[in-house]
Nanobody
Framework: QVQLVQSGGGLVQAGGSLRLSCAAS????????MGWFRQAQGKERTFVAS????????YYGDSVKGRFTISRDNAKNTVYLQMSSLKPEDTAVYYC?????????????????WGQGTQVTVSS
């Protein structure tokens, strides 16, 4: 079992930057990849970014490409989401998640463990 604890987030003006962190503990060696998703109020949870823990390949949702960067620090078992050029439409609760088995990293149902969520609010 993998436990995920998130930190970061908050309120920022449009055009600003924030960094989210996700610290993993437990059976982290069994994870295939890590991802970030977000859920705006009244909407479904959607894919933001993911990174494979072997090889480090990264994937991004179309709306965040070129603005967000996912990275990992294996020694700290931590994954980061650096968010830049933030827009009001980026406002949402952000969740990190761990994917245990190979498969599409874009799909919510392929993730087995979830962080507690953190609010990101971008003001115009």
């Amino acid at each position: 079992q993998v436990q995920l604890v998130q930190s970061g987030g908050g309120l920022v003006q449009a055009g600003g930057s924030l960094r989210l962190s996700c610290a993993a503990s437990g059976r982290t060696f069994s994870s295939y990849g890590m991802g970030w998703f977000r859920q705006a109020q009244g909407k479904e949870r959607t894919f933001v970014a993911s990174i494979l823990l072997r090889g480090g390949s990264t994937y991004y949702g179309d709306s965040v490409k070129g603005r967000f960067t996912i990275s990992r620090d294996n020694a700290k078992n931590t994954v980061y989401l650096q968010m830049s050029s933030l827009k009001p439409e980026d406002t949402a609760v952000y969740y990190c998640a761990a994917q245990r088995y190979s498969g599409s990293t874009y799909v919510v149902r392929n993730y087995d463990a979830w962080g507690q969520g953190t609010q990101v609010t971008v003001s115009s």
